[in-house]
């Protein structure tokens, strides 16, 4: 199975300043099809998870442009560029590349 | 536009069992994998189960294997999760949500809660 780990667990972030989570895999999320299938959600307090970025670096729908996503292979990083009060929340990434699905841990965002 | 409404949670005894279900509109539910995913009170999310968009391949995590049973109905439009022999350690929100490579919507959620 491939292991999910993020880091920081949490982070404290003044609005307007920005922030960037790590994410790394157990083994590469490349598939043979060419795509790296690492996804990104936030799940807000109280909701269900919505989801960010996909396949490394595609914001989904509706996403700001302050979220992007980079990596390759194993390593991969969410940036925030400019953090706002309503990007409090907890952050996972999560690899569909084999089944099982796995997540990370959660990232908890909060703002100073 | 997509909905996906969860229903079934509720409280049980350990060894007991439940069934939930995820009503889903707004997409051609046939064409989609649909997974369950849940996570306990406070704590992070974890995959529980996928099933092919056909119901001809299905997939479970270890700590479910055995006990918990995925199936879908296309002619309902509907996800189901058949749940026997509950532990304590089951207690949690469950979400259903669409897709194989990305789970790009879920549901709100069903409360299971497993005690004496």
């Known amino acids: 199975d491939i292991v999910m780990t993020q880091t920081p667990l949490s982070l404290s972030v003044t609005p307007g300043q920005p922030a960037s989570i790590s994410c790394k895999s157990s083994?590469?999320?490349?598939?043979?099809?060419?795509?790296?299938?690492l996804s990104w959600y936030l799940q807000k307090p109280g909701q269900s998870p919505q989801v960010l970025i996909y396949e490394v670096s595609n914001r989904f729908s509706g996403v700001p442009d302050r979220f992007s996503g980079s990596g390759s292979g194993t390593d991969f990083t969410l940036k925030i560029s400019r953090v706002e009060a309503e990007d409090v929340g907890v952050y996972y990434c999560?690899?569909?590349?084999?089944?099982?699905?796995?997540f990370g841990q959660g990232t908890k965002l909060e703002i100073k | 536009q997509v909905q996906l409404v969860e229903s079934g949670g509720g409280v049980v005894q350990p060894g007991g069992s439940l069934r939930l279900s995820c009503a889903a509109s707004?997409?051609?539910?046939?064409?989609?994998?649909m997974l369950w995913v849940r996570q306990a009170s406070g704590k992070g999310l974890e995959w529980v189960a996928h099933v092919r968009s056909d119901g001809s391949s299905k997939y479970y995590a270890d700590s479910v294997k055995g006990r918990f049973t995925i199936s879908r109905d296309n002619s309902k439009n509907t996800l189901y999760l058949q749940m026997d022999s509950l532990r304590p350690e089951d207690t949690a929100v469950y979400y259903c949500?669409?897709?194989?490579?990305?789970?790009?919507?879920w549901g709100q959620g069903t409360l299971v809660t497993v005690s004496s």
């Open positions: 949500a669409k897709g194989r490579w990305l789970a790009d919507y």
């Open positions: 999560m690899q569909t590349l084999q089944l099982p699905d796995s």
């Open positions: 083994q590469s999320l490349l598939h043979t099809d060419g795509k790296t299938y």
């Open positions: 707004g997409f051609t539910f046939s064409s989609y994998g």
